[in-house]
């Protein structure tokens, strides 16, 4: 399986926008890039996936770098909620999560 | 709340002795998947269903784990022998889509196993 490489924790301040990278060199020509977050004490939630182009919903944006080694999530403005464990994940099937990312949101 | 539920949200047991839990999916979801997780990991994918089929286990699920899921709705997820190393998070999730690579998997809450 492809490997994802993420920083264990990262901090931003309340209001600013937070670029949280992810690492993915071996990725394959059909591996779908899908960002979950895990709030304290919750099962983890859906944020965004992409294969090749950037993509935005209402929560995040995804940048993918044009190689597709590697990809960005964008939180625009971080808030206290956005405290959360994010992963970076890479499918073709089953979803193997990593560690992830810690993200502190400093008020 | 129509979301995915799981029960029970704690569960203490002694080594040897046999756990159930259970995982009511999102209505009319037609895949169910079951991870588990400790402290500081991400989940690790166990098995899962589409339908009331079995369609993948993984390493990780010994022979003391088995899972069901009669009549493609709600799931149960039984551990046989409990050990101390079972002691984890439980988590299920559910998804509707025709393309694995691409489905939103949606997570309950997740069933915390203490062996003692």
């Known amino acids: 399986d492809a490997k994802t490489t993420q920083p264990n924790s990262m901090e931003s301040n309340e209001e600013e926008p937070v670029h949280l990278p992810c690492n993915h060199s071996t990725i394959s020509g059909t591996d779908y890039i899908h960002w979950y977050r895990q709030l304290p004490s919750q099962g983890p939630e859906y944020v965004i996936h992409?294969?090749?182009s950037n993509v935005n919903n209402r929560m995040a944006s995804l940048a993918i770098a044009e190689d597709r080694k590697s990809s960005t999530l964008i939180l625009h403005r971080a808030t206290l909620r956005d405290a959360a464990v994010y992963y970076c994940i890479l499918r073709t099937g089953d979803m193997r999560f990593g560690a992830g990312t810690r993200l502190t949101v400093k008020p | 709340d129509t979301g995915v539920s799981q029960d029970p949200r704690h569960k203490i047991t002694k080594r040897g002795q046999n756990v159930t839990f259970r995982c009511d999916p999102i209505s009319e979801h037609n895949r169910l998947y079951w991870y588990r997780q400790t402290l500081g990991q991400g989940p690790e994918f166990l098995t899962y269903?589409?339908?009331?089929?079995?369609?993948?286990k993984s390493r990780l699920l010994s022979d003391r784990f088995s899972a069901e899921r009669p009549k493609g709705s709600f799931s149960t997820l039984e551990i046989q022998r409990t050990e101390q190393g079972d002691s984890a998070m439980y988590l299920c999730a559910s998804s509707l889509a025709a393309d694995r690579r691409t489905d939103t998997q949606y997570f309950g809450p997740g069933t915390r196993l203490t062996v003692l």
């Open positions: 269903f589409q339908n009331e089929a079995q369609l993948e």
């Open positions: 992409g294969l090749t």
